[in-house]
């Protein structure tokens, strides 16, 4: 579910609020060999985490362990990213993030309006 503005905020101001040391990373961010899943470094998700401004969208989705918050950044025109977290946990849970790559607004239309351009 693709939230709204007032929310948006209010979810973006708790990443704000908490430093990315603070946050705690979930196993699944890991795979079996104790590598980033995706191959996004824990040096590289803090140099996209504090990039505020950069947030497009944020979704909310349930899951088995509580609502996952994705977060999507647009870095620049050809690179995007989305972090997954556990904003309701005690510390925040970094749960995955994943390169999201280009046209991140056309995918986003796409997916929750069902538009073609």
Same mark, same amino acid.
């Given at each position: 579910?693709? $939230?709204?503005?007032?929310? #948006?905020?209010?979810?973006? *101001?708790?990443?704000?609020?908490?430093?990315?040391? *603070?946050?705690?990373?979930?196993?699944?961010?890991? %795979?079996?060999?104790?590598?980033?899943?995706? *191959?996004?470094?824990?040096?590289?998700?803090?140099?996209?985490?504090?990039?505020?401004?950069?947030?497009? /969208?944020?979704?909310?989705?349930?899951? $088995?362990?509580?609502?996952?918050?994705?977060?999507?950044?647009?870095?620049? #025109? *050809?690179?995007?990213?989305?972090?997954?977290?556990? $904003?309701?946990?005690?510390?925040?849970?970094?749960?995955? /993030? $994943?390169?999201?790559?280009? %046209? /991140?607004?056309? #995918?986003?239309?796409?997916?929750?309006?069902?538009?073609?351009?």
């Amino acid at each position: 579910m693709l $939230l709204d503005k007032d929310t #948006r905020d209010r979810v973006i *101001n708790i990443l704000k609020n908490d430093s990315f040391e *603070n946050i705690k990373i979930h196993r699944h961010y890991f %795979n079996k060999f104790g590598k980033p899943r995706h *191959n996004i470094s824990l040096e590289k998700l803090k140099e996209i985490y504090y990039q505020f401004d950069k947030i497009i /969208a944020v979704t909310k989705r349930k899951s $088995l362990l509580g609502f996952k918050y994705c977060f999507i950044y647009k870095i620049s #025109r *050809n690179t995007s990213y989305k972090l997954m977290f556990f $904003l309701d946990e005690k510390p925040i849970q970094l749960f995955n /993030a $994943l390169s999201f790559g280009k %046209n /991140a607004e056309r #995918r986003l239309i796409k997916k929750f309006f069902g538009f073609n351009w």
